[in-house]
Structure formats: C-alpha cells, structure tokens
C-alpha cells in the first residue's frame, strides 16, 4: 500500500479495524431486527385485514341482491 495511503486506512489488526467490525456489525443487526419488526407488523395489518374482509363477505353474502333484481326487471329471462 503506497504510504500516503496508511494513514487513511488503518491497518488490519488495529483497534480502530476492530471498532469499524464492531460498528457494522451493530448496524446490521439493528438493521435486521427494524426489517423483521416491520415485517410483523404488515404480517399483523395483513391477517386483520383478512379477516376484516372475511366477515364482510359473509354479510354481503346474506344481504338481498338488489342488483340482481333491478337486472331481472331490465332484461327478463326467456323462459324455454
């Protein structure tokens, strides 16, 4: 490595390298914990959401089908 180099970059076994290690590392793993939180967090929204939208299915399933009566006023069926 050229000389004016060494100063920029320390060198492989000094403390400064071991901080640098210890740093990334530590970012990392914030990094990692904030990803799965946030993932849980959308797991969460996600399975309330399913189920929000499961029981408005099931209500709408047992509603009267309003447009299918206007549709039957609009076009009649041909009976055979």
Same mark, same amino acid.
Not at 17 to 26: D, G, K, M, N, V
């Given at each position: 490595?050229?000389?004016?180099?060494?100063?920029?970059?320390?060198?492989?076994?000094?403390?400064?390298? !071991?901080? &640098? #290690?210890? $740093?990334?590392?530590?970012?990392?793993?914030?990094? =990692?914990?904030?990803?799965? !939180?946030? &993932? #849980?967090? $959308?797991?969460?929204?996600?399975?309330?959401?399913? =189920?929000?939208h499961?029981? !408005?299915?099931?209500?709408?399933?047992?509603?009267?089908?309003?447009?299918?009566?206007?549709?039957?006023?609009?076009?009649?069926?041909?009976?055979?």
């Amino acid at each position: 490595m050229p000389p004016e180099l060494r100063s920029i970059f320390p060198e492989a076994n000094s403390p400064a390298t !071991e901080i &640098f #290690q210890i $740093y990334q590392t530590t970012q990392e793993f914030y990094q =990692e914990v904030k990803y799965r !939180e946030d &993932f #849980q967090n $959308y797991c969460q929204w996600y399975y309330e959401m399913a =189920e929000k939208h499961q029981k !408005e299915l099931q209500k709408m399933q047992s509603d009267i089908n309003i447009f299918g009566f206007f549709l039957q006023l609009i076009h009649p069926k041909v009976k055979k």
